[in-house]
C-alpha cells in the first residue's frame, strides 16, 4: 500500500512527465492557449492513460517480456519477444484511442463533445507511449502500482498544462520583447516552473 | 532546388526553434554530449528514411489509414535502431533508455511523413527528411555542449576545464549543478528560440 502511494506521489512530482522528461512538449505548447481547452486535452491524456497503461502491462507480462509465454506452454519459456514491444505498444495505443473515441461519442455525447477533438491528438503523443515504456523499464510489480502510476502521471501531466496555460493567459497582456513572444516565453516559463517542481524532491525519503 | 530543400531546415525553418516540433524526445538526453549525438544520428536517419518509404508507397495506401501505416513504418525503423544501438553501443544505449522507442512518437517524423513524404517523389523525400533530422540535431548538439561545458566541465567525457581551476583544487572555479537538472535545457532553448527568431525578424 505505501508502495502504491509512493509511485502515486512521486508520478505527479518529482518525475513529473513534462518537468523531469519533457514528454508531451508539442501538445503541451500548442494547446495551452486558454485554460478551457489546457484542461479538456489534460483530462483526455489522463483517460486515455488509465486505459492504455494497464493494458500494456498485460500484454509486457504474459507476452513480451523473456520468458512470458511460458503459460501457454512451457517449452516456449525460451522466447523473449521485447524487440516488438515498441510496435506493439503504438498499436495498442493507436486502437485503444480509436476504440474510446468510438464508445465516447456512442454513450457519453457530451464528454465527447469536451474531449472529442483531443483524442485523435492524443495516439501519437509522446507521454503517452513514453508512460508505458518507463512502467516496462521500471518493472511495476503488480497492476495496482500500474494504475497508480498512471493516474499519477496523467494528474501531473494536467497539472503541468493548465498552469501554464494559466501564465500565457496573463501574459498577453504583458509587454514582452517581440522575439521573445509565443514560443521563447514559454520555454522559459516551463523551465522556470520546473525548478520550482524540482523542490519537491524535499517529499522523497 | 535540392539544395534548398536540404538547407532551409538547417536554419532558416528549423524544426525547433521555428515550428516548434520534436521537443518531446529531445532535451532529455542533453545532459552529455555524446548521448545527445547519438539520438541526433538515430533521428536523422530515421526521419530519412521514414519520409523515403512512405513516399514510395504514397500512392498505395488509403487515405483513411494512413496514420497507422506510418507508425508501423517508423516504429520498424526505430526498432532496428534500437537493436542496433543495443549490439553496437550497449552503453549508450542504457543512457538513452526510454528516448530511443520515443523517436515513433517524435512529432518531425510525423509532421514531415505528412507535410512532404506524402505530396513528394523518393529522393527530395529523403533529402527532406535528413536535413529536418539534422536541423533537429544541431539544436540538440548545441544545448547539450552547454549543459556539458557548464555542468560538469567536460565534453564527450574530456576535461575542458583546467583542474588546477577548481575550488577542491586551490582554485576559483565551481561546476554549475544547476545545468544538470532538466529544466536549464528549456531555459537554453528559449535563449535559442530568442536569438533565431531575433535574426529571422532582421532578415525579412
Known sequence: MEQIANIFVKSIFTENMIFAYFLGMCSYLAVSKTVKTASGLGLAVIFVLLITLPVNYLLDRYVLSPGALAWINPQWAEVDLGFLSFILFIAVIAAMVQLVEMVVEKFAPALYNNLGIFLPLIAVNCAILGASLFMQEREYGNILEVFSYALGSGIGWYLAIVSIAAIREKLSYSNIPAPMRGLGIAFIITGLMGIAFMSFMGLQT | ?204
Open chain 2, 1 to 204: 532546388m535540392n539544395k534548398r530543400i536540404f538547407l532551409d531546415p538547417l536554419f532558416k525553418n528549423n524544426p525547433i526553434p521555428v515550428l516548434a516540433l520534436g521537443i518531446c524526445s529531445a532535451l532529455a538526453v542533453t545532459v552529455k554530449l555524446e548521448p545527445a549525438m547519438v539520438m541526433a544520428l538515430s533521428v536523422t536517419l530515421v526521419t530519412g528514411f521514414s519520409s523515403m518509404i512512405l513516399s514510395l508507397l504514397r500512392n498505395t495506401i488509403p487515405n483513411r489509414i494512413r496514420i497507422i501505416v506510418q507508425l508501423v513504418v517508423v516504429a520498424a525503423l526505430v526498432i532496428l535502431v534500437d537493436q542496433i544501438l543495443k549490439a553496437f553501443a550497449w552503453e549508450i544505449s542504457k543512457q538513452l533508455s526510454v528516448f530511443v522507442g520515443l523517436i515513433i512518437t517524435n512529432c518531425i517524423i510525423m509532421g514531415r511523413i505528412e507535410a512532404f513524404a506524402l505530396y513528394n517523389k523518393p529522393f527530395p523525400s529523403l533529402v527532406d527528411g535528413l536535413a529536418n533530422g539534422l536541423g533537429y540535431g544541431i539544436i540538440l548538439i548545441a544545448v547539450s555542449i552547454v549543459r556539458e561545458l557548464l555542468g560538469s566541465g567536460t565534453l564527450i567525457g574530456y576535461q575542458v576545464i583546467p583542474q588546477q581551476w577548481y575550488v577542491a583544487n586551490g582554485g576559483f572555479y565551481e561546476n554549475n549543478g544547476l545545468f544538470i537538472l532538466p529544466p536549464m535545457a528549456l531555459i537554453i532553448l528559449g535563449l535559442i528560440v530568442w536569438v533565431f527568431n531575433a535574426k529571422n525578424a532582421k532578415r525579412v
